[in-house]
């Protein structure tokens, strides 16, 4: 058995949860780059921290902390939870296909 058919077993499902998960993997790649101090010169850590802005822009300064790592994780963090939560929901409720 597919483990897409436990929760959703269409292609649009599969599709829906690969694209929260992309969205939240570059979400936390951007949060261990930036503790883990990356060159931002390079053009990887570069693409990442703009695709990571990008897609938490609706969140980047809701948490205002003076510890800038903290601050990072939340403003990335949580929409990163956020789209997982909602994909895979999204996903859940998609009906059976073939």
Known sequence: MSP???SGGST???AIRLVANVAAGILVL???MYLLDANRANDLVNFVQNAAHWLAGWSRDLFTM???WLRVVL???L??????AIGHALAARMPRGA
């Open 12 to 14: 649009a499902a599969a």
């Open 79 to 84: 929409p990163a939870v956020v789209y997982l």
């Open 75 to 77: 403003n990335y963090g």
């Open 4 to 6: 897409y058919r436990r």
């Open 66 to 68: 003076e510890l800038d």
């Open 30 to 32: 951007w949060i261990i």
